[in-house]
């Protein structure tokens, strides 16, 4: 017979952690669940060449403990994945969280038992434990994906998604090296392993707007004043429009008649790095096509800029989508990778990928001979985490067919028919377009304190009415109407490569600020979690 905790969180990353922590605080005995051999979740997987932060990596650490706050200091302005690693696992010993883990264990059934109201959580190698209380810290790109190209499994070189890049490496020395995929996972290796390879071989599907990040060491006497306004910078994420540093321009595009003037703006927030040009433009950005077409042009001039040949410049500027409407890559020298006598690129829209073969990938036009092919195709966004578990609540249902026709949430955090079962950052979750741990905690916090007011209360247990949950997964599809996205839908915002989706992309996002989601998540709370019912 399983053990039985009061709650089990699946997931040792940045929220199922934090989850953990404050689960045991309040005095609930808990169990966690992961995949990985250790903590970290996406910190966990994504080793590949490059991979680090591209939010400014002290508004991204927990700030729930004053003195972890204050204890830890980052090397970079956008710290690498080793230092994030480092991080979680400082985190998870200091506050001993990793005893509560089983690892390698992921997860396979999720069952609801309709007669003790209990859920059932069971490993692929059988490890199991039952809870009244299930938070899913599944994160929300972790299902990763390989493209579904005739041929995927034949290749008879060394072939590597990048989240699933070995702990030990791979040697890409000398190698005649392909790349499928341009987003900013494939931006970050490709600059990194450019000077490496024998050669590389990029296969664009889509051009992407990539921005320069403008990472450098943090000097002693950034730190200083780092530390100094540690706490400020935090509230002042919360603030902003998706948790980052940068704050819109409270203008609009158009209240600035001068083209020098925007452009001088565009120039500056370029120099300033991470998503500035993204989230501390104007603040039309979003829902004005003339003017994120502007901000595209300005872009396509550095880029013609940068790289040498003209040929290959313009196959680099994207031109199915303005600036803004996908996450833009951050980068160093992407572009002049793209100067290197060992670095081509194939535009896979002129010349598609036929198939995948023992000897590489041949498309249209010619076979590309490898000897390492990575696959940078990014994952089944939002859903795939909870999809690929047999989830089934009361009476039986599976979360798969409750979700045929698109995911179905209220507020993000959990479903009718699933009750105590909590998602920390699925589909239609407010955080999902934030920096990341600063929703996650608001978001873990609201969680444990529902769990305490369900105890404190004697209910067994809550879930959405099915009219709240109607109306919030109507108001996320609707949130994108009026924005240039939707005018798109082509970015893992709407799943564009989901398998479930049938070629029909749905916003699985919500189009609200950082701020309004901290006041919604209130809001309910204060009306004794108004759209939830009790038993
Ligand atoms: P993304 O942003 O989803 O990018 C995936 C990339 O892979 C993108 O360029 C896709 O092109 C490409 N892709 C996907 N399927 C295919 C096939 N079948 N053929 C060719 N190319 C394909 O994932 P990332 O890992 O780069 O980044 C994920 C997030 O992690 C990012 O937003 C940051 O928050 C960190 P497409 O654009 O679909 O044409």
Redesign the pocket.
Known sequence: MPTTYDAIVIGAGISGLYSTYRLRERGLSVHGFEAGSDVGG?WYW?RYPGCRF?SESYTYQYSFSKELFEEWQWSEHFASQPEIERYVHYVADKFDLKRHYDFDARVKTVHFDDADRMWTVTAEDGRSARARFIVAGTGL?SA??L???PGVHDFAGLTVH??RWPKEGIDVSGKRVGI????????QVIQSIAPEVGHLTV????A?WCTPLRNRPITAEEQRDLTAHAAEIIDHCKQTFAGFMHDMDPRASTEVASKEERWAKYQDLYERGGFALWFANYNDLFTNRAFAEEVSEFLAEKIRQRVKDPATAEKLIPKNHPYGT??P?GEKDFYEAFNRDNVDLVD?RATP?SRITAAGVETSEQLYELDILI?????Q?LTGELLRIDIRGEGGLALADKWADGPRTNLGVQFAGFPNFFATMGPHHPATFCNITRCAETTVDWIVDCIDYIRAHGYTSIQPTPEAEEAWTRHCYDSSKGLIIDEMR???FFG??NPENKGVPRFLLWAGSVSEFHQVYRDVAAAGYRGFEFR
């Open positions: 996406t994504n591209d790109l990763f994906q493209p579904d190209y990048t989240a499928i995929g341009s987003g900013p996972t494939a931006v296969f664009q599907r889509t992407n996908k996450r890559p896979l990928i696959y940078a195709t990014g994952f966004s082509d970015s893992w564009n490569n």
